[in-house]
Nanobody, 124 residues
């Protein structure tokens, strides 16, 4: 599966952005999906995950209550709505897919395919 992330940009602290991830493949609706991020000089970290139906989600503590992950299986899309952004949210954001199993996953090694990343910069 090929993934294409978009929607990043520069935003002031307290603002909002919505990231999008377009996926190829006829069986996208069976995949577990996730968002990760990597700040300069830091390791890639988990942000949010959603199961194949969109009925279950999971978030890192650092974004819980501010970010919302969703998906539209008819359009092969996954979204990350980011509100109340903070300077520490600045990072390259990656979407990821797990083809074998459509549940909730949060480890980097759980995912098979990765998008190219989109940069989010939050100014304080």
């Amino acid at each position: 599966v090929q993934l294409q992330a978009s929607g990043g940009g520069l935003v002031q602290a307290g603002g909002s952005l919505r990231l999008s991830c377009a996926a190829s493949g006829r069986t996208f609706r069976t995949y577990g999906m996730g968002w990760f991020r990597q700040a300069p000089g830091q390791e890639r970290e988990f942000v949010a995950a959603i199961n194949w139906r969109g009925s279950s989600t999971y978030y890192a503590d650092s974004v819980k209550g501010r970010f919302d992950i969703s998906r539209d299986n008819a359009k092969n899309m996954v979204y990350l709505q980011m509100n109340s952004l903070k300077a520490e949210d600045t990072a390259v954001y990656y979407c990821a897919a797990r083809k074998r199993g459509g549940g909730i996953y949060q480890e980097i090694g759980d995912f098979d395919s990765w998008g190219q990343g989109t940069l989010v910069t939050v100014s304080s």
